[in-house]
């Protein structure tokens, strides 16, 4: 079983970055695809970014050039590296797996993007 933490969020002013972390449990993670997923207030949960074992990744198009996705498999650990946010990045970002049905979600981490 894998479990998720992720960290990282905050209150940032448009045109900021952020780096969210998100460690998994579970030394079968590393064979895993992961994503970072959000979920803004009254929408569906989305993915942002996913991640292959081979380090291959891809982006939702709103995300594409700002949010750049990376893991380090010895800390069974994935990034977010996010710049250049808007207010319409604000969400609770969760990190799973990329494909298929989504293990045990964590208790994500707030982002905020106002003035």
């Known amino acids: 079983q894998v479990h998720f933490v992720e960290s990282g969020g905050g209150l940032v002013q448009p045109g900021g970055s952020l780096r969210l972390s998100c460690a998994a449990s579970g030394s079968a993670f590393r064979f895993l695809g992961a994503g970072w997923y959000r979920q803004a207030p009254g929408k569906q949960r989305e993915l942002v970014a996913g991640?292959?074992?081979?380090?291959?990744?891809n982006y939702a198009d709103s995300v594409k050039g700002r949010f750049t996705i990376s893991r380090d498999n010895a800390k069974n650990t994935v990034y977010l590296q996010m710049n250049s946010l808007s207010p319409e990045d604000t969400a609770v970002y969760y990190c799973n797996v990329a494909t298929g049905a989504p293990l045990t979600w964590g208790q994500g981490t707030q982002v905020t993007v106002s003035s």
């Open positions: 991640i292959g074992r081979g380090d291959n990744t």
